[in-house]
């Protein structure tokens, strides 16, 4: 009876364990989630800003896009969704290819 008990207290504080771990993980996701809507607000501001001072936005932009392709990776890491996959692509190519005319428009 004794092992009974100790079986089920072991089960039950497994199950706690990974409520706890569950807990945890969806703070962080809504803590990251939140941060990037304010790093989007932030860098929305900032090409707006440089559109009407006549500035190349593409440095907002690489930024923007590159926080948005590895949010997009780290969520199809977690939860294995294609549009996390696509989006993590196409966020890639456009992150490069603002990079690249940032570059170029700098060169210049």
Known sequence: M????????????K???DMKKEELKELRIKGQSLAYVVFLILGGSLMIFDF??????NEVL???????????FNK?????QKLDLV??????LACISS???YIMSTIK
């Open 76 to 80: 199809y890491k977690m939860y294995k």
């Open 2 to 13: 004794n092992k009974k008990n100790s079986n089920k207290q072991k089960i039950l504080n």
């Open 62 to 72: 690489t930024l923007v896009w590159g926080v948005t392709a590895a949010t997009s």
């Open 52 to 57: 009407f001072m006549g500035k190349d936005p």
């Open 15 to 17: 199950a706690k364990n």
């Open 87 to 92: 989006l993590f692509v196409v966020a890639t």
């Open 99 to 101: 990079l690249t005319l």
